[in-house]
T-cell receptor, first 113, second 111 residues
Framework: DAEITQSPRHKITETGRQVTLACHQTWNHNNMFWYRQDLGHGLRLIHYSYGVQDTNKGEVSDGYSVSRSNTEDLPLTLESAASSQTSVYFC????????????FGQGTRLTVV | KQEVTQIPAALSVPEGENLVLNCSFTDSAIYNLQWFRQDPGKGLTSLLLIQSSQREQTSGRLNASLDKSSGRSTLYIAASQPGDSATYLCAVSEWTYKYIFGTGTRLKVLA
């Protein structure tokens, strides 16, 4: 079965360190997204990609970057981790066209100390 | 800017009740609308996708309707069970395929 997987599931890091969260999907979807989920804010879009070599900023992109070198992966990098980036991060993918059903990974809980 | 609101924020019902969760959005120019379920500490599970040309979708005990002109969707759960306890999220996508989420309705079904 096709799936979308995130790693690690849990991560503790120190302020100022660079951190990369992995996202891998086997749906062969063009579109991939990174969201963060925080109490009181719901899910907010960080970055997204419509295909290989394409990346775009979402509403809360400051301090984050992504790259898309193949269809399956969209790693999220925190350039210099800050306590405000403590959150749960979700990766999602969807197809283009009329059926844009989005599928989500299980999430990565990141704590910045 | 599209905004998605879900009412109520929390709901507690006895087992067996039929219930309705509401979702409203401010811009009717949506592409699709999707309902998700999220269990504590888990990811989002897709429940139903309603394409913009559709009025409703059904899956088992779940029925979701969409009224684009009024900016509303409802998720109807028939004969609720304790296993339905979770947070239910509504999300709308625009032509950009990006989904904008509501903050969810936290449902508790009491045995």
């Amino acid at each position: 079965d096709a799936e979308i997987t995130q790693s690690p599931r849990h991560k503790i890091t120190e302020t100022g360190r660079q951190v990369t969260l992995a996202c891998h999907q086997t749906w062969n979807h063009n579109n991939m997204f990174w969201y963060r989920q925080d109490l009181g804010h719901g899910l907010r879009l960080i970055h997204y990609s419509y295909g290989v070599q394409d990346t775009n900023k979402g509403e809360v992109s400051d301090g984050y970057s992504v790259s898309r070198s193949n269809t399956e992966d969209l790693p999220l990098t925190l350039e210099s981790a800050a306590s405000s980036q403590t959150s749960v991060y979700f990766c999602a993918s969807s197809d283009s066209g009329t059926n844009t059903e989005a599928f989500f990974g299980q999430g990565t809980r990141l704590t910045v100390v | 800017k599209q905004e998605v609101t879900q009412i109520p924020a929390a709901l507690s019902v006895p087992e067996g009740e039929n219930l309705v969760l509401n979702c409203s959005f401010t811009d009717s120019a949506i592409y699709n609308l999707q309902w998700f379920r999220q269990d504590p500490g888990k990811g989002l599970t897709s429940l139903l996708l309603i394409q913009s040309s559709q009025r409703e979708q059904t899956s088992g005990r779940l029925n979701a309707s969409l009224d684009k002109s009024s900016g509303r969707s409802t998720l109807y759960i028939a004969a609720s069970q304790p296993g339905d306890s979770a947070t239910y999220l509504c999300a709308v996508s625009e032509w950009t395929y990006k989904y904008i989420f509501g903050t969810g309705t936290r449902l508790k079904v009491l045995a």
